[in-house]
């Protein structure tokens, strides 16, 4: 189980640092909720014609409790845009793994994806109270953007708590220019 653990870390760090960029446009792009309904059908079609999904699903099968493959399907999932099954696959990895950190900042990006804003700041959150001591090093680029995430969904609801997060944003990386620009805006 320990190995299991050690590589989904090494993989996600991988895939969280690369995520973290796309994130910013995922939260503020407009969607048409017709081409949504559409690009779900287009979703279930490719996933089921995408071998690799199927063969980790076929693995998962075998093994329900392998946090590894669990790890590849959600990521593949995210890949096919089926932010759904990406969801609902992170959330088993969190319940194998409830102090794991990394499962909750992805079940954040794929809820922010799927434009559910409740349940990604939920999942922001979850992420941030849960990132130990000794692993805000490696995390500083993540702990950014939910801090950053949460501040700016709560900006016009609670703009104290938004000068809050918009500061431990700026704390984890003082160069991300959107978290500049918000911080700006908060506190003008």
């Known amino acids: ?12 760090l991988g895939l969280i640092l690369t995520g973290a960029v796309s994130l910013v446009n995922a939260q503020t792009t407009k969607t048409d909720s017709t081409n949504n309904t559409a690009n779900t059908t287009n979703t ?13 699903k076929k693995q998962v099968e075998a093994n329900p409790k392998d946090t590894d493959a669990l790890a590849k399907l959600a990521t593949a999932y995210q890949e096919a845009s089926d932010w759904t099954n990406a969801i609902d696959t992170w959330k088993k990895i969190s319940v194998l793994l409830p102090d794991w ?4 900042y992805s079940q954040a990006y ?7 804003d409740a349940n990604a700041k939920l999942a922001y959150e979850k992420y ?3 990132v130990k001591p000794e692993e805000v090093e490696q995390n500083k680029k993540n702990l950014a953007y939910a801090y950053f995430y949460l501040a700016f969904t709560e900006q016009q609801t609670d703009r104290n708590k938004a ?3 918009i500061a431990k944003s700026l ?17 003008s």
Do not use: C, R, W
């Open 128 to 130: 941030i109270a849960t």
């Open 101 to 104: 950190a990394p499962s909750y």
């Open 44 to 56: 279930a079609a490719a996933q089921s014609s995408n071998p690799t999904i199927e063969g980790l």
């Open 110 to 116: 794929a809820y922010q994806a799927a434009k559910d």
């Open 1 to 12: 189980m320990k190995m299991s653990k050690v590589n989904s870390k090494s993989l996600f």
């Open 171 to 187: 704390q984890y990386d003082p160069t991300n220019q959107d978290a500049i620009k918000l911080s700006k805006a908060l506190n």
């Open 163 to 165: 000068k809050e997060h």
